[in-house]
């Protein structure tokens, strides 16, 4: 199993890196073609002022390519986690630190959600379009429990190494 | 380490090998070997009284506490 979701982990950085890459392509284009995408926005959107959501697009792309960093570390963290769990010493001190810089980098991602909502209801606003946003309470207890599970393995790994060298 | 284990007087005194005690208190030869060359950091209650018992003498003739300079 521990097999299975190294594999996972391997498959979402790949997604990760690849979204990042589409995102600021994207970006690049909202540039390179503004002209055009502007016309594109106003013809589909005639009620909406085209300058306000190509702005809202780009920042939405922004805010695409800076959650890879957080992600990145999510991922990257886990995979170390995984491979002490592999070589059979998990319960050590560095997890603990790991799941700590997990714990911020999924506050970031929360709080760059939370970015990308206020977005999501401006351009609500503006087009009449629901783009499906919605606040995750799930999300903020991840956090909080992963926070949570930093600090026990810090104490346990602490306790494991009081019993060492006891006879 | 301040604390020092004296147990090659009572492993004489009793004709016991340090692989024969530690068959006879349970605990491995290694841990064994670690406790009496200084390097255990803690030692379990059930471990002192087994070895108090296969030995036949009292913790303070295994334990000896030396101060800073000694």
Known sequence: ?167 | MPIVIRLDDRLHDRRLTLTELATRVDITLANLSILKTGKARAIRFSTLEALCRELDCQPGDLIEFLQEGE
């Open chain 1, 1 to 167: 199993m521990l097999h299975a979701v190294r594999l996972i982990v391997t498959g979402l950085n790949v997604l990760n890196w690849i979204f990042a890459g589409v995102f600021a392509a994207v970006l690049v284009l909202t540039f390179a073609a503004e002209p055009r995408i502007a016309a594109d926005i106003s013809r589909t959107f005639p009620d909406a002022r085209a300058g306000a959501l190509l702005r809202d697009v780009r920042l939405v792309m922004a805010i695409g390519i800076a959650a890879f960093f957080p992600a990145r570390i999510l991922l990257v963290r886990l995979g170390s986690i995984l491979r002490s769990v592999e070589t059979g010493d998990a319960f050590v001190a560095e997890n603990g630190d790991r799941l700590r810089q997990m714990g911020w980098a999924l506050l970031a991602l929360q709080i760059l959600d939370l970015a990308f909502g206020w977005i999501a209801l401006s351009v609500s606003r503006t087009t009449d379009e629901y783009l499906g946003w919605s606040l995750s309470l799930t999300g903020w207890l991840a956090v909080l429990l992963i926070f949570v599970l930093a600090r026990v393995w810090t104490e346990g790994s602490a306790m494991r190494d009081d019993l060492e060298g006891t006879v």
